[in-house]
């Protein structure tokens, strides 16, 4: 686009016509983009593909130097941080950019949108074969589950008769704290407690 020029009261003046076509034009890929979205990928594209942004995004504790040009305020365009190559953007912390990568616009822009061809569809036969599994899984817990219950009776009567042994040692403890008690009152005033031990 043309510089706009100043006209003798120092106005700006600009080409209309220009503009006008830029508009038509910036219409037009508009249309273009909703007649043709991007094609959806495979489901398995996806993920190499997010792993390998995630593993790039995964740079904690690393420091690099940028150009004054680079520091911009603006998410727009490519600029120090996390760029997303589909949606041109650019994010300061991983944090965010790990959000945008899940964001649905990224997944559209991406060709992942909810319109995949890779998700398959669940029949009522899966479903009962799915049933079954866990039915059959949770019956082989069950004769787990009878050792594991046998067992934890057994820990639950060791832990109290070593409860009841600790209870013994701390009563015996506190008798013979008591005797002892007795005897330097006894020794310090002559004469004995009225407490029998």
Not at 141 to 165: C, P, T, W
Request: net charge positive.
């Amino acid at each position: 686009m043309a510089e706009p020029t100043l006209n003798q009261y120092g106005r700006r003046s600009w080409n209309k016509e220009e503009y006008a076509k830029a508009a038509l034009d910036r219409k037009r890929k508009l249309k273009e983009a909703k007649l043709n979205p991007p094609k959806d990928r495979e489901i398995d594209d996806y993920i190499k593909e997010r792993k390998e942004i995630l593993l790039k995004a995964d740079t904690l504790n690393r420091i690099s130097l940028i150009s004054a040009d680079q520091a911009t305020v603006s998410k727009r365009g490519k600029n120090a941080g996390f760029y997303c190559e589909y949606c041109n953007l650019t994010y300061k912390d991983n944090l965010q950019f790990i959000d945008h990568l899940n964001s649905k616009p990224h997944l559209v822009k991406a060709g992942f949108g909810t319109n995949t061809n890779s998700s398959k569809e669940i029949t009522l036969e899966m479903i009962k074969q799915r049933i079954e599994q866990l039915n059959i899984k949770r019956s082989e817990n069950m004769f787990e589950s009878e050792d594991v219950q046998l067992n934890v009776r057994e820990m639950i009567a060791k832990r109290k008769a070593l409860e009841e042994e600790e209870t013994k040692k701390n009563k015996e403890r506190r008798r013979i704290k008591r005797q002892k008690k007795a005897q330097e009152v006894e020794h310090v005033f002559g004469f004995r407690s009225t407490k029998q031990t």
